[in-house]
């Protein structure tokens, strides 16, 4: 039987850990995607990961369903990533090395994927990751839990503490700037 | 870039919302009207349409290590200070200890082809005397039994020491006063007799319990070496794991440059 976060979260909230470890493998993807896109770096994403969910652990007592568990989760993840960015004093967003090699993109690609489908998908990757590190925080967490994570403009502004429409213009101006970006690495 | 002369109301707001199909009905009906008639919005949303798409192919990897998390549903039993001493350590320390113990006890454990043989020092054979030759005189027999045996107030002497011993154990005493009336005198013989059985149960009672504790260690010490076989067939396997891909990639490599070479 499946249940919905709201109850593994109250059965969680009853001492049954095992719900909470449900309530884990559901959302750890999303969270470390989350803190992975938010911070660009893979072990740092993974510490934060890690450290949202022994949080939430701690705190899930405290948890009176206002919002949903996921959105209390993302709160929980940003907070996070925002004081990491503070802490390390250094952009958020990784640059990946410029020597890339070709023979260890191969082992990481799909069957059906060929090298050239590899190389194209790092560059891209290279490409958006630069494009995003020149956004400004409030702007890369909207686009990041809008494009990514599908959370709702109301979800956005009640986890960023602001009016509906500054979350749809810190959007566009986001996008406005990736668009820029993007142009840039073409030429 | 679109050069944008388009004064839509609120139109950055409502271009985002549009985008992503976040709009209530009214809005979007009304947006939909204008975009038809307004090229900088129809170009922009193209181009905004298109980051988008760029957007969706940027995929996070996948973590190289499975994220661990176990909570805690109660605090941890607090460590004690040797379980911060490493393993060997430990073996180490209990076999300090056991060897002194076994010192202390002037044991004598031998393992030989009668198996194993544990002796204490209450059992360990008095000195050997010369054997006697059977030319020597009764006189001169009669002379070293002399020399040898003790005198009759040392023996008193031994024996209150070892009645007073016997008193202090109060459930060899209740075991003795069962058997010999109250009041009753107990001759030399009897009561050699009785301190000789004391003696033997005494030291089975030890041999049982080394001989327990011998094979629980070993025991311990079979448990620890597969624990530790266990953990390093598991590293080796990460190492595999990990380091795999990298020579078989090099391998690829060695393999293309092989035939360029001949």
């Not at chain 1, 996921?70 to 990491?84: E, G």
């Not at chain 2, 969706?56 to 379980?83: C, D, Y």
């Not at chain 2, 082809?113 to 005397?129: D, E, F, I, Q």
Request: charged share 25%; aromatic share 8%.
């Amino acid at each position: 039987m499946t249940w919905s976060d709201e109850e593994l979260v109250t059965r969680s909230i009853g001492g049954d850990a095992e719900s909470f470890n449900q309530l884990v493998l559901r959302w750890e993807r999303p969270i470390y995607a989350l803190a992975y896109r938010t911070l660009g770096r893979e072990e740092d994403a993974r510490d934060v990961c890690q450290e949202t969910f022994l949080r939430a652990f701690r705190a899930i007592g405290g948890f009176r369903g206002q919002a949903k568990f996921s959105s209390w989760l993302y709160r929980i993840a940003l907070n996070l990533c925002r004081d990491w960015v503070r802490r390390q004093r250094r952009t958020p967003v990784v640059q990946l090395p410029e020597d890339v090699d070709v023979m260890e993109l191969a082992a990481e690609r799909g069957p059906t994927e060929s090298i050239e489908d590899v190389v194209a998908r790092n560059d891209l990757t290279r490409v958006v990751e630069r494009a995003m590190a020149k956004l400004p925080e409030e702007q890369r967490t909207a686009i990041i839990l809008k494009e990514y994570h599908g959370l709702t403009f109301q979800e956005i502004a009640d986890l960023a503490g602001c009016p509906l429409s500054t979350v749809k213009t810190r959007l566009y101006q986001g996008l406005a700037v990736l668009r820029r970006e993007l142009a840039k690495s073409e030429k | 870039m679109t050069d944008i002369t388009c004064i839509y109301p609120d139109r950055e707001a409502v271009l985002a919302g549009y985008l992503y199909d976040d709009l209530e009905t009214a809005e979007r009906v009304a947006f939909d009207s204008h975009v038809m008639t307004c090229l900088p919005c129809r170009s922009e949303l193209a181009e905004l349409r298109q980051v988008r798409t760029t957007l969706g192919k940027w995929a996070p990897p996948e973590p190289t290590r499975v994220l661990a998390f176990e909570p805690r549903t109660s605090n941890p039993e607090p460590r004690t200070w040797w379980h911060h001493v490493p393993v060997w350590a430990q073996v180490a320390a209990a076999m300090l200890v056991l060897g002194v113990s076994a010192s202390i006890a002037n044991l004598d454990i031998r393992y030989d082809s009668r198996g194993l043989n544990v002796t204490t020092g209450w059992s360990k054979p008095a000195p050997v005397t010369p054997a006697m030759s059977p030319t020597v005189a009764p006189a001169a027999v009669a002379e070293t039994v002399s020399n040898d045996s003790v005198s009759r107030e040392e023996f008193n002497q031994l024996r209150a020491q070892l009645q007073s011993e016997l008193r202090a154990r109060a459930s060899v005493v209740r075991a003795a006063s069962a058997v010999v009336p109250a009041g009753a005198t107990m001759s030399d013989g009897e009561f050699e007799r009785r301190v000789r059985a004391l003696l033997d149960e005494s030291e089975k009672n030890q041999k049982k319990e080394l001989a327990v504790r011998l094979v629980q260690l070993q025991r311990d010490f079979n448990a620890l070496l597969q624990n530790e076989r266990g953990q390093t067939n598991q590293l080796f396997r990460d190492v595999t794991n990990t380091y795999g891909p990298q020579l078989q990639n090099q391998q690829k490599q060695i393999n293309y440059l092989l035939p360029a070479g001949r």
